[in-house]
Structures are given as C-alpha cells and as structure tokens.
T-cell receptor, first 111, second 116 residues
Framework: DAKTTQPTSMDCAEGRAANLPCNHSTISGNEYVYWYRQIHSQGPQYIIHGLKNNETNEMASLIITEDRKSSTLILPHATLRDTAVYYCMTPGGTSYGKLTFGQGTILTVHP | GAVVSQHPSWVICKSGTSVKIECRSLDFQATTMFWYRQFPKQSLMLMATSNEGSKATYEQGVEKDKFLINHASLTLSTLTVTSAHPEDSSFYIC????????????FGPGTRLLVL
C-alpha cells in the first residue's frame, strides 16, 4: 500500500464545505484510494473509495487528480456531527485488503 | 446494509481471566474479518486477519496464543484475550469484508476492555 500524507488538523464552519486533502504520490495503478472516518469512541465508518474517476455518494465526494498522486474528500455541507478523524488509505498492492491507519486529519466543525 | 455488531460493548475483568469478544456481520457474509486494537490517543493497529474456516494470520508482534481468533462461520468471528493483564486494556474493533465488495471493510462499534 502506498504511503499517504494528510494534514494533522482542519477546521470548518457548519454548513460550509469541508475539503480534506491526501497525498499518495507512490500509489500504483491498481490501488484504490479509500476514506474512512472515526468519530470519538466509535468504530471507523467507511465513507467512499475510488480508483481514477471522481466518485460521489450520499456522504461525500472524492476527487482524484489525473496523475492519481493526490485526492480530496469533500463533505459538501459539514455538520457538527462530521467532527471526526478522517483517514485516507490505499489498501492495495502487497497489502491487499489490509488497512494501515495513520494519524489521519482531525476535522473540527464549529458552529 | 453492511452492518457489523460487536458484543459486549464494554467489559471489565480481573487480571488473569479470559475475555471473549464476538463480531458478527448482520446482513452480509463476511469472507474476511479483521481485528484491530486502539490505545488512547493512538490510531488503530491491525492485530490479525481471519478467513472463514482457516487459521488467522497475525501481525508481527501479536501473540497468537494470547489472542485466540476463531472464524467458524461467514457471519461470526470471535477474539479471546486469554489471561488478560492490565496492559491488555484497550479498545478492540473488528471489521468485515464481503466477497465481491473489493477491499471495503465495515467496522463494528468496538469493545472497550478494562483489566483490573
């Protein structure tokens, strides 16, 4: 799995879009980008994943650059309940199926 | 869909006793289940990977004789912490992935273990 780099923390105002970046410059061609989040004292929650095309679901949008070296998770209208630690991971390659949780980005949504 | 449950949600036990944690996939068949551990203010650490009907694969540094994993069916995996000690106190989280769903893992709510 490719190493990922995320900012340690970010703030966002309630109702505004939260854009969380992730760098994965060593990603290989068949590795997906996965995003999860963990709200305090809960198990992680799957958000979205993608390979090369942009993806959208009911929770978020995932924008992957054309060279696939970075991606951005977008929460279009952040709420206080979106305050969590967000993890960007690439579980493919020799670590197929395994998720390696780094430190993630602590997103704080404030009123 | 893709709901994973864990039982119990929290447990307090005396040092030296064994504790069993159950992980169930409620609405799908889990070909693979994973067990993680999370200490306060740290990220999740993978302990082991289990496939239904076969022995679990443990990560480096995780004692297989201390953390017994059984994945006897496509909807149930159990983790038994044998002879628990205070340093085993942690947040234990399982996840499950389904055949045909790529690498997506669905996580349980976690079990908080406190060993006195």
């Amino acid at each position: 799995d490719a190493k990922t780099t995320q900012p340690t923390s970010m703030d966002c105002a309630e109702g505004r879009a939260a854009n969380l970046p992730c760098n994965h410059s060593t990603i290989s061609g068949n590795e997906y980008v996965y995003w999860y989040r963990q709200i305090h004292s809960q198990g992680p929650q799957y958000i979205i994943h993608g390979l090369k095309n942009n993806e959208t679901n009911e929770m978020a949008s995932l924008i992957i650059t054309e060279d696939r070296k970075s991606s951005t998770l977008i929460l279009p209208h952040a709420t206080l309940r979106d305050t969590a630690v967000y993890y960007c991971m690439t579980p493919g390659g020799t670590s197929y199926g395994k998720l390696t949780f780094g430190q993630g980005t602590i997103l704080t949504v404030h009123p | 869909g893709a709901v994973v449950s864990q039982h119990p949600s929290w447990v307090i036990c005396k040092s030296g006793t064994s504790v069993k944690i159950e992980c169930r996939s409620l609405d799908f068949q889990a070909t693979t289940m994973f067990w993680y551990r999370q200490f306060p203010k740290q990220s999740l650490m993978l302990m082991a990977t289990s496939n239904e009907g076969s022995k679990a694969t443990y990560e480096q540094g995780v004692e297989k004789d201390k953390f017994l994993i059984n994945h006897a069916s496509l909807t149930l995996s159990t983790l038994t912490v044998t002879s628990a000690h205070p340093e085993d106190s942690s947040f234990y989280i399982c996840s499950a992935s389904a055949a045909g769903d790529g690498e997506t893992q669905y996580f349980g709510p976690g079990t908080r273990l406190l060993v006195l």
